[in-house]
């Protein structure tokens, strides 16, 4: 259930076998939703918890994009990533983090002063940084295509406007009824990847409606012009929590992304864009891209993070995967957020 990026991993590891396999999808298309509403990152994986799910499959999706980006005839670039600081404070975090990739198996990471930022990128802000050169930049739509078209030449259907309402097991014949407002699909197994609508999936399994909430983040897209002065992304010094204010990215097609910001939304898909926010964009971002001039803004876009979290800490928590006995035949994937698009194939094998 579900066609992001996650879904049409899981549907193209799923292919390597004697299946009958299909992906039932709310939307017209595949990476309607976040899968195609972020920056375009393969991420390193240091910012997150050593021993987490998060750490673990962000590393492997890393290490082996090379070659899956060989595989399915996608562009993508190993740019590296600049993760620059300003303050005494931005340097203790930056090294925090520096030691927690480190452990994590994130490979060549090195701290680099002003003169070395100027060499990698004259139009990158910062007075000191961390060059972190396993970082990469995607097209995250033309991945999740290019993973849900590779499942469907080997097999797997996929069922588009088709959104799941309902899910009854009959234990007796051991198969599970799906319902959608176009039929009834029969199956013996279910997958729930269904991104921001996870929770309500699980609870339909048997499993906790889990707790989450929605980060959204807004973006400028600037025209290629302004890509002819960004060759590297450029990050700011982590927060205390491993999170990122706005950075700016290059493109696999030559333009820059600058954002994303981040604020809490309740709406599921509260995908407009706001004055408010795309003012302060143009302030945070200046800091990172000295070329973030009005004249090269073309687009601009919001995406949502639905994370799990702790409703009595607040605390997020990590990637939810599972499947027990309590529930037979079923993998429930929850809180599937940032860094999903580097974890899509790990999650998939797993």
Not at 16 to 22: A, E, H, M
Not at 79 to 85: C, D, P, Q, R, S
Not at 236 to 252: E, I, K, Q, Y
Request: with cysteine; net charge negative; proline share 5%.
């Amino acid at each position: 259930i579900g066609a992001g990026v996650v879904g049409c991993a899981v549907a193209r590891e799923l292919a390597r076998y004697r299946l009958k396999t299909g992906v039932l999808e709310k939307e017209l298309d595949v990476a309607c939703g976040n899968s195609s509403r972020n920056t375009g990152m393969l991420h390193a994986g240091f910012t997150y918890k050593p021993g987490t799910l998060k750490a673990e499959c962000a590393v492997e999706g890393n290490q082996e994009f090379d070659q899956v980006a060989a595989e399915l005839g996608i562009p993508f670039k190993r740019t590296g990533k600049l993760v620059v600081g300003f303050t005494d404070h931005d340097r203790e975090n930056i090294l925090k983090y520096k030691a927690i990739g480190e452990q994590n198996g994130v490979k060549g990471m090195r701290m680099i002063d002003k003169e070395e930022i100027h060499r990698i990128d004259p139009n990158a802000g910062g007075e000191f940084a961390m060059f972190v050169p396993s970082s990469g930049i995607l097209d995250p739509m033309a991945y999740t295509i290019a993973l849900a078209e590779n499942a469907c030449q080997n097999g797997v259907e996929f069922f588009f406007d088709r959104e799941v309402t309902a899910i009854r097991r009959l234990s007796e014949e051991d198969v599970y009824l799906v319902e959608t407002p176009k039929g009834i699909f029969r199956t013996r197994w279910v997958i729930n990847c269904a991104g921001m609508f996870a929770s309500k999936i699980s609870a339909m399994l048997g499993y906790p409606d889990y707790p989450v909430k929605g980060f959204k983040g807004e973006y400028f897209i600037l025209d290629k012009k302004a890509g002819a002065f960004l060759s590297i992304p450029v990050y700011p010094a982590p927060n205390d929590n491993g999170g990122f204010a706005t950075h700016a990215t290059p493109t696999v097609d030559g333009n820059v992304l600058v954002g994303p910001d981040s604020y809490v939304t309740e709406d599921w898909e509260d995908y407009k864009v706001t004055k408010e926010h795309l003012d302060g964009l143009i302030a945070d971002g200046s800091k990172m891209f000295k070329q973030m001039k009005r004249d090269y803004f073309i687009r601009n876009f919001a995406g949502i993070r639905w994370k799990r979290y702790d409703p009595e800490t607040g605390a997020i928590l990590d990637f939810k995967l599972e499947s027990d006995e309590n529930h037979p035949h079923t993998v429930n994937l929850v809180g599937i957020e940032s860094p999903g698009v580097t974890c899509a194939l790990p999650l998939a094998r797993r």
